[in-house]
């Protein structure tokens, strides 16, 4: 399922952690591990210390991540972190990138330059965040966001394929409804279809989905559930948020705006693993 890795660790926060219990997952084990830090375009005249001091902090995550240097192909790039992450990504064709990220709030984000916000705003390519305050599980209990979007059938086919990799775990699937809505005529409540439709499809792969609704606040709403089934990761879909302008400007006012996937990469209790809608020709 998963070819090519992107790993774009600062050496700081849990990356390492969440690496190493990923490749216990067999959709992870085989998937080529690529490490990649970014020497930044102020090092001017000290660049070559730079360089050493990057090429010693690769080798230190190699060892971190308990690999062997055949096992992962590292990667040492000068440039703009954010936008050098995003290249990179696209040149390997990564199947994700796994990025640390402080967890900081939508406005904090950009005054502090947040390279793991740049990306999540700009790629089409699944994420997983992993946050710097969190305890790091092994992922034993899997949730998944259920909308009814064709993104969000792809995070559940992906959560799926996952919690069937993984012996004795389980997955639940939560839709979070502003309200209740009416009865159809038949007398089906419209939120019933929708979770019976995602308990046959995750079937289908095998996997019997615990279904959980409530209404209120999306965003919140998520993470709440997330606590209350003490949820190890946390996938949902992500609709494409790029700019309509120009790709190369972060599209402000969506990202000040009440943005769900946003919500939970700050709050969830655990790692999130976005699942973008695929770019369109």
Request: aromatic share 4%.
């Amino acid at each position: 399922m998963f070819r090519n890795l992107l790993i774009a660790d600062s050496g700081k926060g849990h990356v390492g952690e969440m690496v190493r219990m990923l490749r216990d997952i067999p959709c992870f084990s085989k998937a080529r591990l690529n490490l990649l830090h970014v020497v930044p375009n102020q090092a001017g005249e000290d660049l070559n210390g730079y360089w050493q001091k990057g090429a010693l902090l690769l080798s230190d995550a190699v060892s971190r991540l308990g690999l062997e240097p055949t096992e992962v192909n590292t990667i040492l790039r000068q440039g703009d972190t954010k936008q050098t992450v995003l290249t990179v990504a696209d040149e390997l064709d990564a199947d994700l990138i796994l990025m640390g990220s402080r967890g900081l709030g939508r406005l904090q984000s950009i005054l502090a330059n947040s390279s793991s916000q740049y990306v999540f705003q700009l790629s089409t390519r699944p994420m997983l965040l992993v946050r710097d305050d969190l305890y790091i599980r092994h992922i034993n209990r899997l949730m998944v966001g259920i909308d009814g979007t064709g993104v969000g059938d792809d995070a559940l086919k992906l959560a799926c394929e996952l919690a069937r990799d993984i012996p004795g775990s389980s997955l639940t699937g939560v839709h979070i409804g502003h309200h209740d809505l009416a009865p159809t005529r038949a007398g089906a409540k419209p939120v019933n279809i929708l979770l019976d439709q995602a308990k046959q499809r995750a079937r289908s792969f095998g996997i019997e989905l615990n279904a959980l609704h409530k209404t209120g606040d999306i965003g919140r709403g998520l993470c709440a559930a997330a606590v209350e089934i003490k949820a190890d990761l946390v996938v949902i879909a992500s609709q494409d948020r790029r700019p309509l302008v120009a790709k190369g400007l972060v599209d402000l006012d969506r990202l000040l705006g009440g943005s769900v996937s946003d919500y939970v990469r700050v709050h969830a209790p655990a790692p999130v693993l976005l699942v973008r809608e695929p770019e369109k020709s």
